[in-house]
């Protein structure tokens, strides 16, 4: 099956001016740091189109939003990389990097431009599971939407980090307050720092609830609200 990536390449997709009348349908996981939202979203994914028709396939996106942006803007990811993690560049940084010769410069605003842009396009265009990207924010349009959040215990988030990077729980737990600042600063971007209750229609406990659980429900929910 061709890429999300060679997809979007082909597709040419574009924000319109207006958004066409019928958009969606989407689902958006967004994810405390340490509750791996893409693993939901791959086995929620495979269970759609197991029970659709071939023409109705969903599909994940996730890390393909970076390729895609860089992509668009002709550099590498690694150049845009820290306007995911939510790391602005001083003033000075941006100054010299506008007269480098070793990479195309790009600002911060043109990337968050550009990041509204893609997801928005993915969005109307439906079948897609958007895991992180500010897809709670950028989707909240569409009507046939369902926007989720995994949260769960600190402990239980660095213990999981610290297996995954076969680090200690100490430095587990720094990682999670890390990251979770750094997720924190990448949705005041799209003025997504609101309450819960605003962005996500259900919160599943990774903590209490088991992956297979929780897949479950949101087939379920999706089902019912005509979404899949």
């Known amino acids: 099956m061709e890429s999300v990536f060679l997809q979007y390449m082909n597709d040419k997709l574009q924000m319109p001016d207006k958004a066409p009348k019928t958009v969606g349908p989407v689902i958006t ?9 893409s693993q939901v979203a791959q086995m929620l994914v ?20 970076l390729i895609n942006v860089a992509h668009k803007l002709q550099v590498q990811p690694s150049q845009i990389s820290h306007v995911f993690g939510a790391q602005i560049k001083s003033s000075i940084e941006d100054f010299f990097s506008a007269f480098s010769i070793s990479k195309r410069y790009v ?19 439906g079948r897609f599971v958007i895991v992180g990207r500010a897809g709670c924010v950028l989707a909240k349009h569409i009507s046939k939407s369902l926007h989720i959040k995994l949260i ?18 100490s430095e587990g737990i720094q990682k999670v307050h890390e990251i979770d600042e ?45 979404i899949i």
């Open 29 to 37: 996981i967004s994810r405390e740091y340490g509750c791996y939202g």
């Open 46 to 65: 495979a269970k759609i189109n197991a029970n659709k028709a071939q023409e109705s396939q969903w599909q994940c996106l996730s890390n393909e939003i």
């Open 107 to 125: 600002s911060d605003e043109h990337v968050i431009r550009h990041i509204t842009d893609i997801v928005t396009s993915y969005a109307n265009k």
């Open 152 to 169: 769960a215990p600190l402990d239980w988030r660095a213990e999981s980090v610290a297996k995954r990077f076969g680090i200690s729980i």
């Open 182 to 226: 750094k997720r924190k600063q990448f949705m005041s971007f799209f003025d997504g720092n609101k309450p819960e209750s605003e962005l996500f229609d259900i919160i599943f406990n990774r903590k209490t609830i088991s992956t297979d659980q929780i897949v479950h429900q949101i087939y379920v929910i999706a089902q019912e609200k005509g």
